[in-house]
């Protein structure tokens, strides 16, 4: 397994979760528990991918897919989970006057670029090419203009004292290490350490059905689509209002990750990264009473994670593991999965249905693996 990020455990004192998939998801029981929130008319301007200003008022999902493309799409998502930050947890009076810090996981902007040469339809392969970027934008550089959009488009404020970006698979561990780094160091005082990520941008929509990875009526083992803004607020303090000192406190205590790739001498699948991490968070019989799982629906996927689990059963019980699965409710929401995990794990823990006292949020792909371990503190 590759070499693991450091972290240090802090505690959880605030969430955001933001969508504009579909049109029944926050009326569900399990959206609602997370305190998920979908824009619905939006209170700023709509642009298009030249960042100019178009004449059109969004609304939920499909709809809003239909104002936003590329980067302005996650602009619009992370300024709306940012300004929900702003006027909520962040208002509060005891967090007024302290240091704070942003750790964001961004995908890729040649992501729906990349293994074109797979795609066998001529005509949608030669779109994806002539759309390629030219020129490709350093990730600092592109995450600032990102940040700079999400600000000016919510009218938002934050005195973000450190800001730092991650974009490759294992940009969400990276992440969460970094963000409890510099609460360690005392560099910042609260982090807020999430992603923010879409499958509903045109282009990526058509790069996802070129290679087959869609869920259709024909095929029911591909991804459904989906897009979040998650974030988690770190602390090395727990909560201090009065209306919430009986609240339960969550603790993110560590992270794995693992990219075992296949070979011709070792065929590494889902499973064996699923296993790698979850032994690598496991401390005994207990740690894995309870994982929160991005699973696609797919039954490769679903054997692969079923085999990690027998062959975890001997040292953790895992047989008996209750496993939740927040696709079902956002659809896939890429590198924003993990943490929408860790805030379903977090609500549960805070209002007292969670099934263990431990919870594992795990993201796992064909190449690779993130996890989490969660905790009440």
């Known amino acids: 397994m590759s070499e693991q990020p450091p972290i240090s455990a802090c505690n ?41 200003q178009i004449d059109l008022q969004g609304y939920q999902a499909p709809h809003l897919a239909k104002g936003f493309s590329g980067d302005i799409r996650l602009a619009a998502l992370l300024g709306s989970a940012l300004k929900k930050l702003q006027s909520g947890m962040l208002a509060r009076p005891e967090l007024q006057g302290k240091s704070l810090g942003l750790y964001l996981v961004l995908p890729g902007a ?20 002539e759309n390629r970027p030219q020129n490709e934008v350093d990730d600092p550089t592109r995450g600032h203009f ?37 609460i360690e160091l005392g560099s910042t005082d609260v982090a807020i350490v999430g992603a923010v990520d879409s499958l509903l941008d045109e282009d990526t ?10 869920k259709l009526p024909a095929d029911n083992g591909g991804i459904v689509p989906g897009e979040a803004a998650a974030m988690l607020c770190l602390s090395n303090t727990g909560l ?22 296949s070979t011709k001498d070792n065929p590494a699948h889902i499973g064996a990264n699923i296993q790698a991490v979850a032994s690598r968070l496991a401390q005994g019989p207990g740690d894995l009473k309870w994982i929160v799982y991005d699973h696609d629906s797919s039954e490769s996927n679903a054997r692969d994670y079923g085999t990690a689990l027998s062959r975890l059963t001997g040292e953790y019980g895992a047989l008996g593991t209750e496993t939740w699965y927040p696709s079902i409710y956002f659809g896939d929401t890429g590198l924003s999965n993990l943490f929408v995990a860790g805030i379903w794990i977090s609500k549960a823990i ?17 190449f690779c693996a993130c996890a989490a371990k969660f905790s009440q503190g």
């Not at 805070?350 to 064909?366: D, F, K, M, N, V």
């Open 12 to 52: 959880i004192i605030g969430t955001v979760l933001v969508s504009a998939f579909g049109d029944d998801v926050d009326n569900a029981i399990a959206a609602a528990r997370c305190g998920f929130s979908r824009i619905s008319e939006l209170d700023f301007p709509v642009f298009d991918a030249e960042n100019e």
């Open 110 to 129: 040649m992501r729906p670029y990349t293994g074109l040469e797979e795609i066998s339809d001529e005509f949608v392969r030669s779109e994806l090419e």
């Open 146 to 182: 990102i940040l700079d959009k999400a600000l000016t488009l919510t009218g938002c404020e934050l005195p973000l004292q450190e800001v730092q970006f991650f974009t490759d698979t294992d940009g969400p561990v990276n992440a969460v290490s970094a963000a409890s780094q510099a």
């Open 205 to 214: 929509l058509k790069w996802l059905n070129g290679l087959g990875l869609l």
């Open 240 to 261: 201090t209002r009065e209306d919430e000192a009986d609240a339960n406190i969550t603790m993110i205590l560590d992270v794995a990750f693992s990219d075992q790739f």
């Open 350 to 366: 805070e209002r007292g249905y969670a099934p263990a006292a431990t919870g594992i949020a795990l993201s796992a792909s064909s």
